[in-house]
């Protein structure tokens, strides 16, 4: 019952500043821990601390890592003069898709839920905050999702989510149905509760949603696409694989070192990925202060990014450059590729080998134009984690509400589990039991209790 | 015209069975003048089916009953000749209780109940039309001319209303076997407009006691200490009865089947929906192929007769049949049926047409509880007796409403649930209907509803008086528990091991250690220093299920908490769905038709999805503004 209806009492956040490139994104925190939270991810700098309604210098850390995220601006402001009525607090990070997800990812571990659509607004209204012709606005505003809700929802319908969700949920009703009919109908000469059949029934379906939620960053991929950085040592030819990928002579190339300074961003789109790359400035030891200014920045942009391309060169010798090189790119999704093919071998593979370990690198000739397929095909199976595009019947998760549900759901699941293993009361298993088909619930609809009991009286001849 | 035809009542109820009792004692005692009419005075409180009262979910509704000082546990404690506690191997949100009873000495009890209550005058009457004034009831007028007036009417004629019994393919207008059907009231219901539908239920034959061979049957005892329904002490000393089980069998089985065509069921001519959860045994037979036997309790009706109930064999076959189908099971080679079994169709009114408070949304004063609405059990009837009774006082006395949240009683379930939802088949009480189930117990009705019962009058000053020492001394240990700390020390973890539970190494609060899974309050004792000689075993028991659900319990009411906000947004009675953009037409039809009181119920209406409750959220905050807006300008000096 308790998706039926708005939850008001939760602090929820949203990105707030449009998808995609920009600047600065906003992330906004509403509800009453919206200060609490904030305080736990934003270090105001030096003494300053938090002031009401004063935009604050300072870092955005990862409470369960201690790092630094970004360099950030907060604010946070008091009930009840507030755009919703409810405490606020505000984080101005830098924008693009990286920081802003991440900031969002580290607000739900602290207990905020991701805002629903209109949901601020939502509230705001709720709350007494709005006049009427405001209100309607709101109205419309709502019933214009309420449409495309349907949509979304007639979509999801004739694919295969729903019909995937509602499948495990109707898992999960057989085993609450027969917990519910030995609490109901005592006296009935029903089964007494085989414990190992319910777990092995609840232990299928925890399986099946951990690979769904192990798929939703496959699925984010496909949607949101991918942050990728070329790096390598000067004039390996990362600019010349660059314009290979997008088939055209975007990046200037010259045979002097360093002829790339500043950043070069494309998108490309490798086997259905839309990849964002950046071209960086090669790296090497350098007197250039401009160069070396860019040197740093193109190992931060690596650390930053997704997906790291290392171009190694076959002409020269494998150096404590590239292994700096390779080891920045080890944090991270990577492929090595091995340009200028059409030279002469300096490379030493064996010391490669020691380096990468089974990791093969792919081998082109960025000039002759060779070997590029290859690449395109090992990029998409490095990070699509397989050499196919999943075909359209295979189910993965997009959507970040829906993964949070299932993680929900099975965290309520293996709590389940737990307590069975306990042989805790059946009412107290039911709780966990209904709380889970409830998380799955908020995907697809409601299980109700006609549903409940629909089961039972179909599976136990109940009739004293 | 005589000084007697201008009495008017402030109640009148009509019919006398559980639901009509409870209502009639409900507003006598918060003193209206109160009149029941029934077409037999002998059958005031008669168990028509099972002799038993309670069980999981139903049992829950009897202590509420009694926690609000209605008569249905105190009756059931009186009238019972078997106590069992059920599921007491399991929590005690789960834990319900049941018993058989005397049918006669339970109806007996009931109608003292009524005659002894100086507000009520009993008549034996056959409501047969209502008398309406305008937009409101304004009376009775019975089969014999008579006519009666009053403030609000209770209605609560069972399965009275166009009742049909089937006995294989013979058919008899009746409502109970040997009694008349009420077939001009069903009349009545249409011409003031209500919707009506048909339901079916059934009865099994009744058994003579001296043709069963006993010895060849398992027993099944009540329980040795027995707890009684009513919160008020009192021990229960009476001698109880044995019940015993047989089966069917393959042979039973076949004598059924080779007997269908018989089955009023099976050959078309029931058209009533009768409960899956209390199926006839010829659905048994036909819809569990698999099963190669069925439960069957033989139940004693009472002290003083020989005749049985057999308790999972309700019928409609033809009487041979019966005859030779029972004939089949062991201990039964030679039974004699002393009255057939039968199913009953008849009329019930779509309870969606009722308010909350059991009011008719279609003609005000007029209040409906009981089979009536679509439900079955003598428990479900009497919780809305209670309930309807109640408001029917309440208006006459110019008060507020009574109503039951989900959360706060099973009573508020079945009430939500009947007005919110409808039936489509007859409605029984389960507890996994109850969102909050481990709030809503048995143990705790009268910490639940004491004080709102008070409240409105109904519970006397002394049995809340009982209810609140009871309180008291519940949350005062609870607060021992919480503060008293065990020390480690040899001795203490040496008590620990012996009791199987692990030792303590620092210093621990005895609820902590009681949270411990397998650990009692009675083993509290044994490291309890300052162990209250006081407390009960039954309160003792309802500590160790407070501390040991303590978590949860929390979480339930933080949810309760969370979601009383709309149900405490009121939707005015003459709101305009059709007027609201981005409400689908269905939706608009459905919330018309229902009129949901608050948002909270409007949301629990089939069909209605999230994004049309925040619309309607919207709109109910914009027309509430323009209201107030209205008022502030016809307030301002012009």
């Given at each position: 019952m308790s998706s039926l209806v708005p939850e008001r009492e939760s602090t929820i956040a949203a990105i707030s500043t449009p998808p995609g490139e920009g600047g600065v994104a906003v992330i906004r925190i509403s509800g009453g821990e919206s200060h609490s939270i904030a305080r736990k991810i934003f270090v105001p700098a030096g003494n300053s601390g938090f002031s009401e309604r004063k935009l604050c210098f300072g870092k955005i850390i990862d409470p369960e890592t201690g790092g630094t995220v970004d360099e950030a601006l907060c604010v946070v402001m008091s009930s009840p003069d507030t755009y919703t009525g409810e405490d606020i607090a505000e984080i101005h990070s830098h924008g693009g898709h990286v920081v802003p997800r991440k900031v969002l990812e580290i607000l739900t571990g602290l207990g905020a839920t991701l805002a629903a659509p209109g949901e601020f607004t939502q509230r705001a209204f709720l709350n007494g905050k709005m006049d009427l012709a405001q209100a309607e606005a709101v109205s419309d505003i709502i019933s214009a999702q309420t449409e495309q809700s349907l949509r979304y929802a007639e979509a999801q319908l004739e694919g295969t989510l729903s019909g995937k969700v509602n499948e495990l949920k109707d898992q999960i009703l057989d085993v609450l149905a027969e917990i519910e009919a030995n609490l109901d109908f005592p006296e009935e000469d029903i089964d007494p509760v085989a414990k190992n059949r319910l777990r092995e029934a609840s232990e299928s379906v925890e399986k099946e949603l951990s690979a769904l939620i192990d798929s939703y960053d496959t699925g984010r991929m496909f949607r949101d696409g991918v942050t990728m950085v070329i790096l390598g040592k000067p004039n390996v030819g990362k600019s010349s694989i660059l314009n290979c990928l997008l088939e055209t002579q975007r990046a200037i190339v010259s045979p002097i070192a360093g002829t790339t300074r500043d950043f070069i961003e494309e998108r490309i789109n490798v086997g259905g990925i839309p990849l964002v790359i950046t071209d960086t400035a090669g790296i090497r030891d350098t007197g250039d202060r401009i160069e070396r200014l860019g040197v740093e920045l193109s190992l931060k942009k690596a650390e930053e990014s997704e997906f790291v391309l290392v171009v190694l060169d076959q002409s020269t010798e494998l150096d404590a450059l590239d292994r700096k090189i390779l080891k920045t790119a080890a944090k991270k999704k990577h492929l090595v590729v091995i340009n200028k093919m059409d030279l002469e071998e300096k490379l030493e593979r064996s010391k490669l080998r020691r380096v990468l370990g089974r990791k093969k690198p792919v081998e082109t000739s960025a000039l002759a134009k060779e070997g590029i397929g290859r690449l395109r095909q090992a990029m998409f199976e490095t990070l699509a984690g397989s050499p196919r595009a999943s075909d359209a019947s295979e189910l993965v998760l997009t959507n970040l509400r829906h993964k949070k549900s299932m993680e929900k759901a099975r965290d309520q699941l293996r709590m389940f589990l737990e307590l069975l293993e306990r042989n805790e009361y059946p009412e107290i298993l039911s709780i966990e039991l209904r709380n889970s088909m409830n998380s799955l619930g908020e995907i697809t609809g409601e299980v109700t209790t006609e549903d409940l009991l629909g089961r039972i009286f179909s599976r136990f001849c109940i009739g004293k | 015209m005589s000084l007697l035809s201008l009495k008017k009542y402030e109640v009148i109820v009509i019919g006398a069975g559980h639901a009509g009792c409870e209502a009639a004692l409900a507003a006598a005692r918060m003193d209206c003048t109160t009149l029941v009419l029934t077409a037999?005075?002998?059958?005031?409180?008669?168990?028509?089916?099972?002799?038993s009262i309670g069980g999981v979910g139903k049992g829950h509704l009897v202590k509420e009953i009694d926690a609000l000082g209605g008569e249905m546990g105190k009756a059931a404690d009186t009238a019972a000749i078997q106590f069992r506690r059920l599921n007491t191997r399991k929590g005690a949100a789960v834990q319900a209780t049941r018993i058989q009873a005397d049918r006669q000495s339970y109806r007996t009890y009931m109608k003292k109940a009524l005659e002894s209550e100086p507000n009520i005058e009993i008549k034996q009457a056959m409501v047969e039309e209502f008398l309406v004034d305008g937009k409101k009831v304004a009376g009775v007028k019975t089969a014999l001319g008579e006519k009666f007036f009053s403030d609000t009417l209770v209605v609560t004629p069972g399965t009275f209303p166009g009742g049909l019994i089937h006995i294989g393919l013979t058919r008899i207008s009746s409502g109970r076997a040997g009694e008349a059907a009420a077939g001009a009231i069903s009349n009545s219901f249409a011409d003031l407009g209500f919707t009506t539908g048909r339901l079916k239920t059934g009865t099994p034959p009744r058994f003579d006691g001296r043709t069963i061979e006993w010895d060849k049957l398992e027993r099944q005892d009540g329980d040795e200490d027995p707890v009684p329904f009513s919160f008020s002490p009192g021990k229960i000393t009476t001698e109880q009865m044995p019940c015993y089980i047989t089966y069917t069998n393959e042979e039973t089985h076949r004598v059924i089947n080779e007997n269908m065509d018989k089955s009023p069921l099976y050959s078309g001519l029931i058209k009533g929906i009768g409960p899956r959860y209390c199926p006839s045994i010829e659905d048994k037979v036909v819809k569990f192929p698999d099963r190669n036997r069925h439960q069957i309790f033989l139940e004693p009706e009472g002290r003083n007769t020989y005749e049985i109930y057999p308790n999972g064999i309700s019928t409609s076959l033809p009487i041979e049949v019966q005859h030779e189908f029972s004939r089949t099971m062991e201990g039964l080679r030679n039974v004699e049926i002393m009255r057939p079994g039968y199913a009953v169709e008849y009329d019930f009114l779509d309870p969606t047409q009722l308010g909350t408070t059991l009011e008719s949304k279609l003609l005000a004063n007029i209040f409906f509880a009981g089979q009536v609405n679509g439900t079955t059990g003598y428990e479900e009837a009497a919780s809305q007796g209670l309930m309807a009774g109640i408001n029917a006082a309440l208006r006459v006395k110019g008060k507020d409403p009574f109503v039951l949240g989900r959360s706060e009683a099973y009573i508020g379930i079945l009430i939500d649930d009947l007005v919110t939802k409808g039936v489509d088949e007859p409605y029984r009480m389960f507890t996994s209907r109850a969102e909050y189930r481990l709030i809503l117990r048995e143990d705790n009705a009268d910490l639940r509803l004491g004080e709102l019962g008070h409240g409105i009058g109904l519970l006397g000053d002394e049995r809340m008086e009982e209810f609140r020492a009871r309180k008291t001394a519940l949350e005062s240990e609870l607060a021992r528990l919480e503060n008293e700390k065990v020390v480690p020390n040899e001795k203490t973890n040496r008590i620990l091991e012996n009791l199987g539970s692990q030792r303590i190494k620092k210093p621990q609060s005895l609820k902590e250690i009681l949270r411990r899974p397998g650990f009692t309050y009675e083993m509290l004792g044994f490291i309890d220093s300052a162990a209250n000689p006081d407390i009960s075993p039954k309160l003792g028991a309802q500590i160790e299920m407070e501390v040991k659900y303590e978590g949860y319990i929390k979480r339930q009411k933080e949810e309760v908490g969370k979601l009383q906000k709309f149900e405490n947004m009121k939707i005015p009675e003459k709101f305009e769905y059709g007027s609201i953009p981005g409400l689908s037409n269905e939706i608009v039809q459905k919330l018309s038709r229902i009129k949901p009181e608050s948002v909270g119920q409007a949301s629990r209406?089939?069909?209605?999805t999230p994004a049309a409750i925040s619309v309607l959220l919207v709109h109910i905050r914009k027309t509430r503004g323009l209201e107030q807006e209205a008022q502030l300008k016809s307030s301002s000096p012009s």
């Open positions: - | 037999n005075i002998d059958t005031i409180g008669l168990m028509s089916c099972n002799p209406v089939s069909g209605i």
